[in-house]
Nanobody, 121 residues
């Protein structure tokens, strides 16, 4: 089992940047992903990274603006978010998955509690 704790959310103006972190404890060699959920919307995939860190994946609307990375020595996954837009406002969730093939889906082995990101216009 793995436990996940996100941090780094907050309020930022449009065009600004934020960095999220997800600290993992327990069994940690998982593929990892970030999802987000805005009010009244379903939770959706934002970015993912393979267990080794060798492969990364992005949702189209964040490609080129967000960067996912991981430090396996620190058991931490990061999401660097640049050029933020008001439509990026959501609760961001970190997730762990044993299976790379389902990384973009909602089926996950573990979820964090979420961290709020608010982008003002």
């Amino acid at each position: 089992q793995v436990q996940l704790v996100e941090s780094g959310g907050g309020l930022v103006q449009a065009g600004g940047s934020l960095s999220l972190s997800c600290a993992a404890s327990g069994r940690t060699f998982y593929n990892m992903a970030w999802f987000r959920q805005a009010p009244g919307k379903e939770r959706g995939f934002v970015a993912g990274i393979s267990s080794s860190g060798g492969n990364t994946y992005y949702e189209d609307s964040v490609q080129g603006r967000f960067t996912i990375s991981r430090d396996n020595a620190r058991n931490t996954v990061y999401l660097q978010m640049n050029s933020l837009k008001p439509e990026d406002t959501a609760v961001y969730y970190c997730a762990a998955d044993r299976f790379l093939w389902r990384l973009r889906t909602i089926a996950k082995d573990a979820w964090g509690q979420g961290t709020q990101v608010t982008v003002s216009s």
